[in-house]
């Protein structure tokens, strides 16, 4: 059973900080430096999965599809017009780069992080509680989210018909700053219980911009340190196990950022360590605002459970649409791809 009703826990923080995916990376961990997402050699193929795309995504956990919702400009326009309209007392300003390179958080007073999400450093995460809160509105839902093409795709993944979208995450947006002391990444992993996710551009993103970054491979060397193969727990000796093995993954794998147009996508495997980018743009002649919309998709047909210890559910990542699912299996050495159209 899914809950509805949140209101009980409404002052409840947005993440579950005793969750293990949140224990902090060891000092001395360095991080090696972002290069660019690879393409497959069908990325420019925006309506089907073809088989050099599944090699690509069974690889490196990722897959970038350009152009899927290149034509959705209406929807695409609407959601920057939300983003910049739900900004606390229009103090930073869309076409006014000077309004964002000073701190934009100084802007964002204690109710606005719960109002439209918080913004810390660089990162706004717009998002609000409740069934109509940000994240719900149909330029996203509809126009991106539940677009013919990209159920078509996350279908072809997850080998079924998929569970139509309530919600995106939000929209996350990175501004640009010149205090150096914010540009770094935070390396981490979902929880979301998610089984395929999709990052969709809101506009261009180049190099050294903000683009969601992501290491390589990821998730094969993170499945076993879950206890399902899409769930969102962790227990037992596996949480001291996650983060050695990310930390591990830090040290030798270089991260690499997703940079694009409007409307190209990037389908990511739930258990890929990411990060948001650093947004260097600030320095440049055209200072930009990185924005995308994180979606999550799963199966249709299956049995969704809210988890209240360690989420998604009512009391933490609410913003997340994606559920525990009973059908789920213990990850073993063997079953990365339960439940995908490839093995
Ligand atoms: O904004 C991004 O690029 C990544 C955001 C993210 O990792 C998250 O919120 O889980
Ligand atoms: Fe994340």
């Known amino acids: ?61 990722y897959l970038i599809k350009r152009g899927v919702l290149a034509t959705e400009t209406d929807a695409i326009s609407q959601a920057n017009e939300l983003f910049w309209d739900s900004v606390p007392k229009q103090a930073l300003r869309r076409d006014d780069p000077q309004s964002w390179l000073d701190d934009p958080a100084s802007h964002w007073e204690e109710a ?53 979208v309530h919600r995106a995450r939000g929209i996350y947006g990175v501004f640009p700053m010149r205090d150096e002391a914010h540009d770094r990444l935070f390396p981490h992993g979902d929880y979301m219980a998610s089984q395929l996710s999709a990052m969709v551009l809101l506009g261009d993103v180049g190099p050294n911009c903000g683009g969601f970054t992501l290491w390589p491979g990821s998730h094969h060397r993170m499945h076993l340190c879950w206890d399902r193969v899409s769930g969102s727990v962790i227990t037992g000796e596996r949480a001291e196990t996650y983060p050695a093995m990310r930390d591990q993954l830090l040290k030798d794998t270089e991260p690499v950022e997703f940079t694009g147009r409007a409307g190209d996508v990037i389908f990511w495997h739930p258990r890929v360590i990411h990060s948001a980018g650093v947004n260097r743009s600030g320095d440049s002649a055209e200072p930009m605002v990185r924005l995308i919309a994180p979606i999550d998709y799963q199966r249709a047909g299956e049995t969704y459970l809210d988890d209240l210890e360690f989420g998604p559910g009512p009391k933490y990542q609410w913003w997340v649409d994606t559920r525990n699912v009973q059908e789920d299996v ?9 439940g995908w159209s490839f093995k």
């Open 330 to 338: 213990a990850s073993a050495p063997d079953n990365i791809w339960f």
């Open 112 to 164: 606005d992080h719960a109002r439209v999400g918080s913004l810390v450093g660089t990162n706004w995460k717009m998002r609000s509680r409740g069934i109509r809160g940000i994240g719900t509105e149909s330029c996203l839902v509809a126009g991106l989210a539940n677009h013919p093409k990209m159920l078509k795709l996350a279908s072809a993944f997850l080998a079924a018909p998929v569970r139509p």
């Open 1 to 61: 059973m899914v809950i509805q009703d949140s209101s009980i826990y409404a002052s409840s923080p947005d993440y579950n900080v005793g969750h293990p995916t949140t224990q902090a990376i060891a000092k001395g961990v360095q991080l090696l430096r972002p290069g660019i997402a690879k393409e497959s050699s069908t990325s420019m193929h925006a309506r089907r999965l073809e088989p050099s795309d599944i090699e690509f995504f069974k690889s490196y956990g």
